[in-house]
């Protein structure tokens, strides 16, 4: 087969359940808006009902989900079978996630208030002699230093994101140990202590912190750049799509809550690794 430059892979799987299935393994042939449309009305046929489409925030993509109309307004487009239901869009969570770890690596962000957020600022946090009990024990230069490759690993896009690291920001700058704008560092959309649970068991407090989150993402702007970050727009599609999706489904099938682990690609992402792996 090929020489071929891209794989084009769909795979189907259960909001409720544990089932899944490739409907769609192609090579160069990019996701068009009729091949989207042709698959949901495929699926809807054969009695499985879609409510929502997960994918990267790659250009093609992105240009499909213009042709529907899709932005972090709009996070949904009528379902093509049944003109009365949605299906919502969702971004990669994971992929988000190292965007944002990528862009506050290379040239930071710059907040509403004027304030900055930079990587010099952490880095401040490793050039302090700590000795055997360190301030930041989650990251080394390594998280701030990734190499193009490790680049795509969420592990260390998290643990930059931690709790941890955000306490040791704080800690750190209120004793005088570092400078700059430490504090905006600091409160920068981090990971939230509300432990493992799933969406919906707390959803005044989970709400409470996605909505943190868009008031943060929604004016912040890259550094030097003077267009909007792709991946800015993903977020604040993300949370629109969670709230929204998450009542439809309560509305429908009296759901008590939603797995968000069901809603990132890391099911397609994992049939490239064994494919990888194996062959």
């Known amino acids: 087969m090929g020489p071929c430059k891209t794989v084009q892979l769909v795979i ?14 192609d090579f160069d042939s990019p996701m068009t808006t009729a091949m989207l449309m042709r698959t949901i009305s495929e699926l809807e046929a054969s009695g499985f009902p879609v409510y929502l489409v997960t994918r990267d925030m790659g250009g093609g993509n992105r240009s499909v989900m213009k042709s529907l109309g899709i932005n972090y307004q709009n996070p949904s487009f009528v379902n093509p079978v049944d003109a009365s239901g949605r ?14 770890r990528n862009h506050f690596l290379d040239k930071g962000y710059i907040l509403r208030s004027g304030e900055t957020v930079y990587k010099s600022t952490a880095q401040q946090l490793l050039d302090k002699p700590q000795g055997e009990l360190k301030i930041a024990f989650k990251i080394t230069q390594h998280h701030l ?19 941890s ?3 040791a920001l704080l ?4 004793n005088s140990l570092i400078s700059g704008d430490w504090k905006s560092t600091a409160d920068f959309p981090y990971y939230k202590e509300t432990g493992i649970r799933a969406y919906g068991v707390e959803e005044d407090l989970q709400n409470n912190i996605l909505n943190e989150v868009d008031n943060v993402a929604g004016t912040m702007r890259g550094a030097g750049c003077k267009f909007e970050l792709p991946f800015r727009n993903g977020i604040l599609m993300k949370n629109n799509f969670l709230k929204n999706v998450f009542s439809d489904l309560k509305t429908k099938y009296n759901v008590r809550c939603l797995l968000t682990c069901k809603v990132n690609q890391d099911v397609l992402e994992n049939v490239f690794f064994l494919h990888y792996r194996f062959w």
């Open 165 to 167: 690291v955000s306490k």
């Open 171 to 174: 800690y750190s700058g209120e």
């Open 145 to 163: 230093d990734v190499s193009k490759t490790q680049r795509q690993k969420v592990q260390t896009a998290a643990q930059i994101s931690s709790r």
């Open 87 to 100: 299906v919502y869009v969702f971004a990669d969570a994971p992929r988000l996630s190292k965007l944002a």
């Open 12 to 25: 189907s799987r259960g909001i409720l359940s544990k089932w899944k299935q490739p409907v769609i393994y």
